[in-house]
């Protein structure tokens, strides 16, 4: 099969099925055709290396060259990038082909795609549920094969939490690995861009792909490149799989428990070896993250004035008033909520109180890992606690949103490298489908090629 048929395959599908479900925001057939056609010559010309001519589809928080680029928000509904993130460029120079922009949470806020103002994006296994986010239509396109692979990031979870809700393995790399530029900023210490796709083999493929250093981001980490498809094979006999008690209190749902405990069993007659370890300050995670991760999203959302691009409202007095009538228009609630956190959080006399504190939690939760990694070396638990829930179910009640993210959330505030993949199904919250269940593995700094071993041999 050549490029340009691969690609017709995909763009047939997406034109069929995207309508209900939403997971793309923009779709290009005649680039994506140009791509492939491009990509078909290479191949003739025997200059092909292993992703050449393979679909993908891009979490429209990555700025495309000529792409609308919205990040899910009116803010950036008129958008069209100027310049490629670092990602796109890499995935481009490996020749791939841009299937499209996929939709997902406004600003990468959230945790079911219900935030975005292009709509909800519907779960493909059941479609009165969520997919999840922030990355849910990146999640959604692989999952209904309107694309073989994506591009997610993850602030909080947004790559392995819409993995797990949609059956899909999602990698989150150590922070740093894979360049930020490019890419719109969230919570710029927290942020980080993975490949989402149907095996670690896929992910690690990408990944090959995506990481490497970029002297245009300053927190990009020049270090010599990995094949991370190298240890896929590795027999599992001595791994030491540590299981945090904190994970496996209570809080899980009971079918949840179940696939995972099951997982850990098949890990067993594999060779590992399970050992209980302790993340002390779990609890403290979601707490710590409320506090910086919407301190880092105020400063950075402060660029969307209505002066330079993006959008600007018709009608407005002074120029205050025009910053106050674009910002009020072109943001959604969520993305508001969060201004007036981080903003609060960093004002004068309240910094110490929060801001400080919260920093401070988040060295406690790197030091708990670092100890755990003396036992282990590797963790394993449940990437959620449930599988998808229905549309609103959570929508009304933010606190409850943000429990979803409890097992991700520390991974992130400590820089380590997570995973989501697939171990198996829950009654689904209408019990009549089935919902995927995600396994979460997280590593030691740069273990991502461990982590890739680990689930490749269960899958
Ligand atoms: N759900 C979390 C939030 O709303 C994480 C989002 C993300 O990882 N981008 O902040």
New binding site residues.
């Given amino acids: 099969i050549s490029a340009v048929e691969l690609t017709q395959l995909y763009l047939e599908r997406i034109e069929r099925h995207n309508t209900t479900l939403n997971a793309y925001i923009s779709t290009d057939p005649e680039r994506s055709l140009s791509q492939a056609r491009a990509a078909d010559a290479r191949i003739a010309a025997g200059e092909a290396g292993p992703l050449t001519g393979i679909p993908l589809a891009h979490k429209d928080i990555f700025c495309a060259e000529g792409w609308l680029t919205t990040c899910a928000s009116k803010m950036l509904s008129n958008f069209v990038s100027p310049y490629d993130a670092h990602v796109v460029e890499r995935l481009d120079a490996a020749g791939m082909v841009t299937l499209g922009k996929c939709n997902m949470?406004e600003f990468?806020?959230?945790?079911s795609n219900e935030t975005s103002w292009y709509g909800p994006v519907k779960n493909p296994w059941d479609m009165r549920c969520v997919p999840g986010?922030?990355?849910g239509g990146s999640a959604a396109a692989v999952a209904a094969r309107l694309a073989p692979i994506a591009t997610g990031?993850?602030?909080?979870?947004?790559?392995r939490?819409p993995a797990a809700f949609c059956g899909l393995t999602g990698l989150k790399p150590t922070y740093g690995v894979v360049s930020r530029y490019g890419m719109i900023a969230?919570?710029s210490s927290?942020?980080q861009a993975g490949p989402m796709g149907r095996s670690a083999e896929d992910c690690a493929l990408l990944l090959n792909a995506m990481a490497g250093f970029d002297e245009r981001d300053s927190t990009s980490l020049d270090r010599p490149a990995e094949d991370y498809l190298r240890e896929l094979d590795k027999p599992l006999a001595g791994r030491r799989i540590g299981l945090p008690r904190e994970f496996f209190a209570a809080g899980m749902d009971d079918d949840v428990r179940a696939a995972v405990e099951a997982a850990l069993a098949e890990y067993r007659k594999l060779g590992a070896v399970t050992v209980d370890i302790s993340l002390p300050n779990t609890a403290l995670s979601v707490p710590a993250?409320?506090v910086l991760?919407p301190a880092e999203a105020s400063s950075n959302l402060s660029r969307f004035d209505g002066v330079r691009y993006g959008h600007r409202a018709a009608e407005y007095g002074d120029l205050n008033d025009m910053y106050a009538r674009t910002r009020a228009e072109g943001f959604g609630d969520?993305v508001k909520r969060?201004i007036l956190i981080g903003t609060y959080v960093l004002s004068h006399g309240y910094y110490d109180a929060y801001y400080l504190q919260a920093q401070k939690i988040r060295r406690l939760i790197a030091r708990d890992f670092e100890e755990a990694f003396k036992h282990c070396d590797l963790i394993a638990g449940p990437t959620t606690p449930g599988a998808a829930f229905p549309f609103g179910a959570k929508s009304q009640d933010p606190v409850q949103?943000?429990l979803?993210?409890i097992y991700?959330?520390s991974t992130?505030l400590a820089g380590l490298p997570g995973m989501s993949l697939p171990c198996g199904l829950a009654a689904g919250a209408t019990a009549d489908k089935p919902l995927p269940v995600g396994l979460q593995l997280i590593g030691n700094y740069f273990d991502e090629a461990r982590m890739l071993n680990v689930a490749h041999q269960y899958q």
């Fill in positions: 949470d990468a806020m959230g945790s986010g922030s990355s990031t993850d602030t909080g979870g947004s790559i939490q969230f919570a927290l942020d993250y409320y991760a969520e969060r949103m943000y979803s993210d991700t959330i992130n």
